[in-house]
């Protein structure tokens, strides 16, 4: 098995610094979604608000490729993976607590440490 591959350090950086991720699940082209996003560990993870059938995190599911836009606009193609460890998901509830702290956030923040979102915990890996 080859090694798990990991976003460059500057990607990372920007990842780690964006508020807000461009996600678009699948190959086929549309729009991008905005999400929140953290790195925990050197590692990009994700969390979907509204689990919908036509929503980003579900065509993960069927389709695991697709594409994240930083900051600068660029584009990366990425493979994402279900998250199972209760330790990555306490540390990414903890990172969401730490990344989003406004009073206006707080909702949110705890809105994600709910067991059906924290069960959504997507990992975003470059392919």
Sequence with gaps: ??????????????LDA???????????????TGVWVVVVDGRVFVRPWNDKPGGWHRAFLEEPRGTIQIPSGREIPVRARRTRSERLM????????????TPASRKWVRGFAQPRRRATTTELVPR
């Design 1 to 14: 098995m080859s090694p798990a591959r990991r976003f460059s350090k500057p990607v990372l950086e920007a």
């Design 18 to 32: 964006a508020r807000i991720l461009g996600v678009r699940a699948g190959l086929e082209p549309h729009r991008f």
């Design 90 to 101: 306490d540390a990414v509830d903890a990172e969401y607590a730490e990344k989003y702290p």
